[in-house]
C-alpha cells in the first residue's frame, strides 16, 4: 500500500475551478491504478475518474468532458482538474491507488485511500 495526501479543496462557484492534488508516499506513474472518488453526505461513494499504469483514463458520465485526471511532476502526485463546477459536486474527493497494470476503471478495488479533501460549489 502507498501513502496519500490530497489538497485542494476548497469553496467555489458555480462554473468555477479547482485542481485536486493527490501526492503518494511512493512512485506512482509505473505499475498503478489510480483514482479519484467523493462522496457527498447520504449519498454513496461515487468513482468520478481513474488513470491506468499505461495512461489511459476513465471518466463517470457525471464528470465527463468538465474534470480531468493526470499523473504529473513530481513524479509522485496524481491530479484532478475540476471546470466548470456545479453545485451538485459538492462533496469529500478522495484519491485511491492499487498496484494493477490491466484496464483501470473507476469502479477498480482500490487498496489505498486518502484522508480527503473537502470540496464546496455554490449556487
Known amino acids: 500500500q502507498v501513502h496519500l495526501v490530497e489538497s485542494g479543496g476548497g469553496s467555489v462557484q458555480a462554473g468555477g475551478s479547482l485542481r485536486l492534488s493527490c501526492a503518494a508516499s511512493?512512485?506512482?506513474?509505473?505499475?498503478?491504478?489510480l483514482g479519484w472518488f467523493r462522496q457527498a453526505p447520504g449519498k454513496e461513494r461515487e468513482g468520478v475518474a481513474s488513470?491506468?499504469?499505461?495512461?489511459?483514463?476513465t471518466y463517470a458520465d457525471s464528470v465527463k468532458g468538465r474534470f480531468t485526471i493526470s499523473k504529473g511532476n513530481p513524479e509522485n502526485t496524481l491530479y484532478l482538474q475540476m471546470n466548470s463546477l456545479k453545485a451538485e459536486d459538492t462533496a469529500m474527493y478522495y484519491c485511491a491507488a492499487a498496484r494493477w497494470i490491466g484496464y483501470c476503471p473507476p469502479s477498480h478495488n482500490f487498496n489505498s485511500w486518502g484522508q480527503g479533501t473537502q470540496v464546496t460549489v455554490s449556487s
Open positions: 488513470i491506468a499504469s499505461y495512461g489511459t483514463a
Open positions: 511512493g512512485y506512482i506513474f509505473s505499475g498503478y491504478c
